[in-house]
């Protein structure tokens, strides 16, 4: 979106009432409303308006009183600050979607998890932030976003009774933006989940969090719209409100009019990197499946189909002969993939996936996501004005990096990376014959300046070709090793001061 034309647009018509004074058409007439400053002359007796005719919709709205949820749930709500590393990046850059600068869409979205504080300076700096998290089990079990804890090395929980604890990350998804940590304590304070199928557009939601700092902040609004899609976020369906969140909002609980916890603010649509009425929050029954798997398995599996689909719109749906527009058009079937083996076709539409309908694109990656690799699912499809219908093997996606665990990836607690094995395309891309390619640096690594995407090659000249390796190499290594890195086809050696 352009942000000078949308606020020029906003200043001109402010301007334009400002100098010519505010009109009302009626009857097809234009009657000027004089200022306060001018006398009013009226032409009849003013006579009392009659009385309004009574509703009989028996629509009605109320105000809506949130102090009882802050005074039983707002403990429940904490305080999250991180430190950590970060390379430094100018100040012209952020974490938009690195789209063309012509889309409306290169400056729409934007992350506003901790209150970031890194100076613009080259090299890897200190990175302090803020976020908010909430208590599920009074064991001390708490959620946050991904991207509030990515990186850090510590992260410090504070409790509205002005307890404060230090918090071991359990893991993160940055797929879905999800993270799990935990504090030692006992008989916590929790919240209560509720349904977010249940959630209706209209209804009131209420926001507790830590916006640029202030603790136990709470706002409010209403659900703007739900099952939101949103640049590259294809698993999430998220709730759109209008409650005014902030930088330190990011992790929060979002509750419904019982108190029930429906969401996790996440995102936020911004010109300044403020609230601009438009935010965006994860649903809670996305959160917990998420919470289930880092928790119990450390990482977070999820099917792959391997199409890229698109939204049918009005004339596509006659192009293709629906009696309306809906399902999701196939636009590119991946080679060998699930769905090629499974006999999708690009132009097929997709209505059904395993029974599940598919009333908008976004529906499906997030049907397919929930599949669990190896199932065989259906699918029914409309291929050239015929119904068919298919059946195939879901397969697992792979990403560089879907989920971190540090009991998982144990060479994080002293080297700070998460690798991975290259295969087979990206050796023959990079030109080697093994090595580890980075999706996470933090501590150590991070300082040192290693970034994701770098091929690690060898740990004090042994060569590795596996995690496990890394990560035995690490440990019976001394306090300084140095790593052979390769970034951009370029070779260096990286020294690290291990703790």
Not at 388 to 410: C, I, Q, R, W, Y
């Amino acid at each position: 979106m352009n942000r000078q034309t949308f606020a020029r647009s906003t200043i001109a018509v402010a301007i334009l009432v400002a100098v010519t004074g505010v009109y009302v058409h009626s009857n097809g007439t234009v009657t000027p409303i004089s200022n306060a400053n001018a006398a009013v002359f009226p032409t009849a007796p003013l006579t009392t308006p009659p009385a309004a005719a009574p509703m009989t919709s028996g629509i009605t709205a109320t105000a809506t009183d949130f102090s009882s949820i802050v005074e039983r749930a707002g403990p429940a709500v904490v305080n999250i600050s991180v430190t950590g590393s970060a390379k430094a990046t100018p100040a012209s850059e952020n974490n938009t979607p690195q789209l063309d600068p012509n889309d409306p869409l290169s400056q729409f979205f934007k992350r506003f998890g901790p209150q970031l504080q890194m100076p613009h300076q080259p090299g890897p700096q200190i990175m302090r932030g803020l976020g908010s998290g909430f208590i599920i089990s009074s064991d001390g079990l708490i959620l946050t976003n991904a991207h509030v804890v990515d990186g850090a090395q510590e992260v410090t929980v504070k409790l509205t009774d002005r307890r404060e604890f230090k918090a071991k990350v359990l893991g993160s998804d940055k797929q879905s933006d999800i993270a799990v940590i935990r504090i030692d304590a006992k008989n916590l304070p929790t919240v209560q989940i509720g349904n977010p199928a249940q959630t209706r557009v209209g209804e009131p939601v209420l926001a507790i969090g830590s916006p640029y700092g202030f603790e136990n902040t709470a706002t409010a609004g209403i659900v703007s719209a739900k099952s939101r899609s949103l640049p590259d976020d294809n698993y999430v369906p998220f709730i759109q409100t209008d409650v005014a969140v902030n930088p330190g909002n990011s992790g929060g609980p979002l509750f419904n009019i019982k108190g029930q916890v429906i969401g996790i603010n996440s995102q936020i649509y911004s010109q300044t990197g403020g609230y601009q009425g438009l935010s965006f929050s994860i649903p809670i029954d996305v959160a917990m499946h998420v919470e289930q798997q880092l928790v119990q398995h450390g990482k977070v599996t999820r099917g792959h189909l391997g199409v890229s689909v698109q939204e049918v719109n009005q004339a596509l749906a006659v192009s293709f002969g629906l009696p309306k527009a809906e399902g999701a058009l196939v636009g590119s079937v991946e080679k060998n993939g699930p769905a090629e083996k499974g006999g999708l076709e690009t132009g097929d539409v997709i209505l059904r996936f395993n029974g599940q309908a598919i009333n908008r694109s976004a529906d499906l990656p997030e049907f397919v996501a929930d599949s669990k690799p190896g199932s065989t699912v259906t699918v029914d499809v409309v291929r050239h004005g015929t119904a068919k219908t298919l059946s195939f093997k879901v397969g697992e996606m792979t990403p560089n990096k879907v989920a971190s665990n540090d009991t998982a990836n144990g060479e994080q607690g002293r080297l700070g990376l998460a690798v991975r094995p290259l295969n087979q395309d990206e050796r023959q891309q990079a030109g080697v014959s093994g090595g580890l390619v980075v999706g996470e640096a933090s501590g150590p690594s991070a300082l040192a300046g290693i970034q994701a995407g770098d091929v690690i090659l060898s740990i004090n000249g042994k060569p590795v070709s596996s995690a496990e390796q890394l990560r035995q190499l690490a440990n019976k290594a001394g306090k300084n090793v140095a790593l052979l890195v390769q970034r951009d086809g370029q070779k260096i050696f990286v020294p690290l001061t291990l703790g």
